[in-house]
Structures are given as structure tokens and as C-alpha cells.
């Protein structure tokens, strides 16, 4: 057998399991098995580079990492589609803090709340106990404004209302998430976001805060879903705040 540093220039091992012209060729690939887990795809139009995670399949993003504690570096992606949850699960202790942004989510069916849930290890084993607590103060396009409050403990952190299929709306986000792999402290959520409010047909914009907590664990994952039935599109993206 020759060994690797007697190979020739332009003759080592291809790097990558898959190449894809685009997202499109990626996300219609399909056949996967158990053996093709956490093999790395290169996708050419944009020089991105993917893990397959499930044999769905499920691809995450792999991020670039660099620049000094502050930097943003980008860890994972999902892409819903008729999706019961996107879960992000590449949470490390790097990044304490993170930011989550959500752009485009549709849901199956009007009149559904986004939430949002944590794991407390990495199998991951997500909390839908009552250990969460939220506030909002909204404003719309109508000139209405107001605070609505979750009531007392509940099993998840609403940031989006009863949110509309309208044609040509959408639920957009950008969340920080503090304190994440901080396991004695509660993990706080700050989320500005605008959709279409279905029960009223007027445009908002919501700017929630809460808390999971949990003074036990560090989160492991953090789970987006619908108060009932699936995400029909949309996506989200996961970057880790680096704390040094």
C-alpha cells in the first residue's frame, strides 16, 4: 500500500463524497443509507461545503470559523419543507451566545404560532415541560400596538402569532440566544420579527423576550416548530458568537 505523502501531486483521495451544480441538484439527491452519515458534499455554485446528518436527507453547512471573540461564525442551516421542526444541534462550548436568523417561514396552515424549545443533552431530548416564560410587545400596520404576556409558565417561547399564508408574506427573524452553554444559568431569547397576522390581516412587527429555565443543563439544541402541524417553507441559519 502507498502511503499518502508518496503520492503524487494531483493524484491524493477526492475530499468530497458528492458534488452538486447547486442546492437545487443537493436537496433532490436521495438513496442514502446508514454508511453515507456525516459524509461531505461540495456544492460548486456557491464553494459551500455540507455534512449529510440524516438520510433523509438532512444537510448542515459546514462554517468557516477565524476573526477574534465577537466574530459571527456560521454553523448550520435548514431549509424547511413541510418540515414538523428545524432543529440546530452543532451547539458548542465556543460560542455561548448565538444568533438564529429566520427568513421566509410558511406555515402548512394559518393561525399557527412559531415556538421555540431547547434540548437539555445531546441525543437530543427536547424540554416540552413548563419550563419556559415569555413577554412581546407588538405594533402593526394599522396603528395598533400593545404587550402580550404567556399567562405563567409554559412548555415553549412564542415568537411568532398566529401567522398568515397570505401570498407573499412570510415570518422573518433575527434571535440572540444568550447564556446557551452557561448550565447554571437561565438561557434568555431576544427575537424582533415581523409577519402577517392571519386573525386580523394587518402587518406586525414583534419584539419578544424569555427564558428557558433551566439552571441544570447547557442547551444542546435549539428546536423551531409550529403550535400545530408543519413548516411548509422557509429557512433558518445558525451562527455562534465566539467568546474568544
Known amino acids: 500500500m502507498t502511503d499518502h505523502k508518496a503520492i503524487e501531486a494531483g493524484e491524493i483521495h477526492a475530499p468530497f463524497q458528492w458534488v452538486y451544480a447547486d442546492e437545487t441538484e443537493r436537496e433532490a439527491d436521495s438513496g ?11 456544492q460548486l455554485d456557491d464553494a459551500s461545503v455540507w455534512i449529510l446528518t440524516e438520510v433523509t436527507p438532512t444537510w448542515s453547512a459546514v462554517g468557516g470559523g477565524g476573526g477574534g471573540a465577537g466574530s459571527l461564525v456560521f454553523l448550520e442551516q435548514h431549509i424547511a419543507s413541510t418540515s414538523s421542526s428545524l432543529d ?13 436568523k429566520i427568513t421566509g417561514i410558511i406555515p ?12 437539555t443533552d445531546g441525543t437530543p431530548t427536547w424540554d416540552a415541560g413548563n419550563n419556559y416564560r415569555w413577554t412581546r410587545q407588538y405594533w402593526s400596520s394599522a396603528g395598533a400596538g400593545g404587550v402580550t404576556a404567556d399567562g ?6 412564542q415568537i ?4 398568515a399564508t397570505t401570498a407573499g408574506f412570510s415570518f422573518n427573524a433575527d434571535i440572540r440566544l444568550s447564556n446557551m452553554r452557561t448550565a447554571a444559568l437561565y438561557k434568555s431569547v431576544n427575537s424582533r420579527a415581523e409577519h402577517l397576522i392571519s386573525s386580523d ?13 433551566d439552571s441544570t ?3 444542546f439544541g435549539i428546536r423551531l416548530l409550529m403550535s400545530s402541524g408543519n413548516i411548509a417553507s422557509g429557512a433558518a441559519q445558525l451562527y455562534g458568537i465566539l467568546d474568544s
Open 160 to 163: 411568532g402569532a398566529s401567522i
Open 108 to 119: 402548512a396552515s394559518a393561525g399557527n404560532n412559531l415556538i421555540m424549545r431547547f434540548a
Open 88 to 100: 440546530f444541534v452543532l451547539l458548542d462550548d465556543a460560542y455561548n451566545d448565538y444568533l438564529l
Open 152 to 157: 405563567g409558565v409554559t412548555s415553549n417561547i
Open 32 to 42: 442514502f443509507g446508514a454508511a453515507d452519515l456525516y459524509k461531505v458534499a461540495l
Open 217 to 219: 443543563h447547557k442547551a
Open 201 to 213: 390581516s394587518n402587518f406586525y412587527s414583534i419584539h419578544t423576550v424569555g427564558v428557558w429555565a
